[in-house]
């Protein structure tokens, strides 16, 4: 616990326009500070920071309060590591009282780094040009503002360097970016990429709100890189991959894991976790399958087992979570890889969760690597 008058002395100390000032525009009106209003998307500025009396406020949607106020609604901190990021920005150093731990947890800094790229990431959804095809897809889906708000749905967009500066700007350096996950270096010596790039951006928050990390999902197919089992299809889809080994995968086709998610947050029950799997498939059969979609024999021969990478879709998706577990979690990527068939029976019980036949995931993935030109 953090005592009462330390966390008032935070408060009091805290430079409130400049911290909020990191998320809204903000210019000098009188005493107070004005800019849009973060929290009903204003683009007049109607939402004050008054330095004076440490709080804000917006005339429009009557949203008020505190600087911890502001950062757990806006950031997902929960109140305690508000007061403490707070604190950390004036220098002021909190002792807790029966705290379970001593000193702040280490991976504060890292939470930092992911709840100000959520933030970015949202920014990038709603008042981005950019983020027009995004858009389209949740108003497709029938997700409108108010619910991706709820679950901070952001955007990461396809170019490469605005991320980074974004987030250099904001004093979180290359390496504190790669330690959070947001940016990935590929090899020694290289420039580091952002880890998502044009694709709907899930956050996941722990039982105390921090962001955690994320689960990406692709927009449409999609799979730029290609992943591990994308490069299986391909390979399979071109007949470059002649043998097969005798393992099974469960299949599942991204969009429907994009839907297990927001099922997950909309009635998942907190401490639960929900397996978002499709159908589990023999090896074989799923080099049939792909073979039938391109047009070409299935394979014969088999492989040594290390020779493929046995991965599934959704072990792809999963893998894109890191840290701990979120609040809604997926099981998946140490499971998937030991045994590869699992079931999604609670899902389907308890979130309506459904997936669609594997046979339509290799079709789509086909199709769009054939339109993206990875497959004549
Ligand atoms: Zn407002």
């Known amino acids: 616990m953090i005592p009462d008058d330390v966390v008032e002395r935070v408060r009091e100390e805290a430079d409130i326009v400049q911290i909020i000032g990191e998320h809204v525009t903000l210019k000098r009106m009188g005493t107070d500070y004005r800019g849009p209003c973060p929290f009903h998307q204003g683009t007049h500025p109607n939402f004050s920071v008054s330095p004076k009396k440490h709080m804000?406020?917006?005339?429009?949607?009557?949203?008020?309060?505190?600087?911890?106020?502001?950062?757990?609604?806006r950031l997902g901190l929960d109140w305690p590591g508000a007061v403490r990021l707070v604190a950390s920005k004036s220098g002021i150093e909190i002792r807790e009282v029966e705290s379970q731990r001593s000193g702040p947890d280490p991976r504060e800094p890292l939470w930092e780094v992911t709840a100000t790229a959520a933030e970015y990431f949202r920014r990038m959804l709603w008042d981005d040009e950019g983020g027009q095809?995004?858009?389209?897809?949740?108003?497709?889906?029938?997700?409108?503002?108010?619910?991706?708000?709820?679950f901070g749905i952001g955007y990461a967009p396809p170019a490469i360097g605005f991320m980074r500066s974004h987030l250099?700007?904001?004093?979180?350096?290359?390496?504190?970016?790669?330690?959070?996950?947001?940016?990935?270096?590929?090899e020694e010596g290289?420039?580091?990429?952002?880890?998502?790039?044009?694709?709907?951006?899930?956050?996941?928050?722990d039982s105390v709100g921090h962001t955690v990390g994320f689960g990406g999902r692709?927009?449409?197919?999609?799979?730029?890189?290609?992943?591990?089992?994308?490069?299986?299809?391909?390979?399979?889809?071109?007949?470059?991959?002649?043998?097969?080994?005798?393992?099974?995968?469960?299949?599942?086709?991204?969009?429907?894991?994009a839907a297990g998610h927001l099922?997950?947050?909309?009635?998942g029950r907190i401490g639960e976790r929900y397996i978002l799997g499709g159908?589990?498939?023999?090896?074989?059969?799923?080099?049939?399958?792909?073979?039938?979609?391109?047009?070409?024999?299935a394979p014969r021969v088999r492989l040594p087992y290390a020779a493929v990478l046995p991965i599934a879709y959704v072990a792809e998706a999963l893998s894109r979570l890191s840290g701990?577990?979120?609040?809604?979690?997926?099981?998946?990527?140490?499971?998937?890889?030991?045994?590869?068939?699992?079931?999604?029976?609670?899902?389907?019980?308890?979130?309506?969760?459904?997936?669609?036949?594997?046979?339509?995931?290799?079709?789509?993935?086909?199709a769009w690597f054939r339109e993206q030109g990875y497959l004549r």
């Open 133 to 150: 095809p995004a858009r389209d897809y949740l108003a497709s889906r029938g997700i409108d503002r108010p619910t991706a708000d709820r």
């Open 324 to 366: 701990r577990s979120g609040r809604v979690t997926l099981e998946g990527v140490r499971m998937a890889r030991k045994r590869m068939f699992f079931s999604s029976a609670r899902a389907q019980r308890e979130l309506g969760y459904r997936s669609r036949p594997p046979l339509e995931a290799f079709a789509d993935a086909i």
């Open 263 to 267: 099922l997950a947050h909309q009635h």
């Open 190 to 205: 290289r420039e580091p990429r952002p880890r998502f790039r044009g694709r709907l951006i899930f956050p996941i928050f």
């Open 218 to 257: 692709l927009i449409g197919p999609g799979d730029v890189k290609p992943t591990p089992t994308g490069r299986l299809v391909l390979d399979a889809a071109s007949g470059r991959m002649p043998a097969y080994v005798d393992t099974g995968l469960n299949i599942v086709h991204v969009d429907d894991v």
């Open 56 to 73: 804000y406020y917006c005339f429009v949607c009557k949203e008020g309060g505190d600087v911890f106020t502001f950062l757990t609604k």
């Open 279 to 297: 159908e589990d498939v023999t090896l074989q059969q799923i080099l049939a399958q792909i073979a039938g979609v391109a047009g070409r024999a």
């Open 168 to 186: 250099q700007t904001l004093g979180f350096d290359d390496a504190r970016q790669i330690a959070a996950g947001v940016l990935t270096q590929p």
